[in-house]
C-alpha cells in the first residue's frame, strides 16, 4: 500500500541554516525578476504585442522546479515558471526574442510570450489547455523508458486552478497507474484568473488528492526559497530513487495580475495580509541579510548583472527581423528540419 510522505507544515522562518544551494537559486530568482520587469516596461511601452504572464511571487517555486533536474530529465514550466526555466537551461535569448517577436527564436516569431519550448532539449513547449501538460509529460517518460533510458525524471507544473481540470485527473491517474518518475508541483496562488480558492474546489487541502492518486504527497510555503528547495528537491530525489509519483502543493499569492492587461483588482486586502501573501524575492534577501551570506556590495554586483544580461537579450532581439508571412515554412516545432535548424 502507497503511503503520503510526511506533511511539511507551513513554516514562516528562514533563520536557520539555508539550503546549500539557497545563493545560486536567489540569483536565478533575481535574473528572472529582472527580465519580467522589463518585459513588463516594454508592454506597458508598446513595444511587445499580446500579453506578458509574470511570476512575481512563485520564483522560489518555479527555481526549485528548474534547478534539480539533470541531463536527461524532462520539464514541463507553465506561465509562471521563468525563474524555472532559467534554472533549467533556456538562454534569456530565447525568452527576448520570442517576446519581440524575432524569426531566430525557438518559436520563430510565431508565439508571443510562453508557449515556447525546446522539445529536443526536453524542455516541452507549453499547451494553454489546463492540465495538458501532465499527460504530455507522463507521455515523455513513457517514451523515454520504452527506449530503455534509466535514472530520468520528469516535473510538470500547474496551478491551483488547473488541478481542477479533467485533464489533470486523467494525467495524474495515468502516471500512477504506470508508475512513471513524475513530480507535479502545484503552485496554489490563491486565484485562477479572478477566481479565487473557494470557487475552484471545496476539499480541506489540495495535497489529500494525492492519495486518491496514488502519489505521495507533501506541501511547502512558496515564500520561503530554503524550504522550497528542501521539498522540491526532496521530492525529484524520490521519483528519481523510484518512488511513486509526487505531488507538491505550494502556497503563495499571486503578486501580479493574471496578465499585465489585468490590474487584479479583486485580490482583497485582506488576502494580501496572509503570511503567503509574502514577497519570496523579499524574503529571501531578508534572509541573506539576517546570516549576513553575502556582503551588500556582492548583492548590488549581482543586480547589476542580471540586469547587464537582460538588457543584452533585449537589444539583440529588437534588432533581429520578423517573419515573412510569405517566405516561412510554416512547421511545427516537432518538424525535425526545424528543430535541426535551431541547433
Ligand atoms: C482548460 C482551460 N480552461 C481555461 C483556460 C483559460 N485560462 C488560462 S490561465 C487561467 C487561470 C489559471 O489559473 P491557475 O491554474 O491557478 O494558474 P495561475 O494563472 O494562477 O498561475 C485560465 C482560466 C485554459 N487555458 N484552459
Known sequence: MLQTAPRRKKSIASKAAPHERFLEAFRWMLLARTLEEKLVSLYRGGLITGGVYVGRGQEAVSVACGLF????????PLIRDQAGRSAFGEPLIDVTRTYLGSRQGPMRGRDGNIHRGRPRNNQLAMISHLGAMISVTVGALMAKRFRGEKNFVGLSCIGEGGMQTGSFHEGMNLAAVEQVPLVVVATNNHYAYSTPNEREFACHDLVDRAIGYGFEGCTVDGTDLTNC?????????????????????????????????????????EI???????????????TIADLNLVDAETLREWRKDAAAQVDQAISTAQKEAAPEADEEAWYAISTRDLVDSLE
Open 229 to 269: 528547495l528542501d521539498v522540491i528537491g526532496s521530492a525529484v530525489k524520490r521519483a528519481r530513487a523510484g518512488r511513486p509519483p509526487q505531488l507538491v502543493v505550494a502556497s503563495i499569492l499571486r503578486l501580479s495580475g493574471h496578465g499585465e492587461h489585468d490590474d487584479a483588482s479583486y485580490v482583497t486586502e
Open 69 to 76: 533536474l539533470q541531463k536527461g530529465d524532462i520539464f514541463a
Open 272 to 286: 494580501k495580509r496572509e503570511p503567503f501573501a509574502r514577497d519570496c524575492l523579499k524574503v529571501a534577501e531578508q
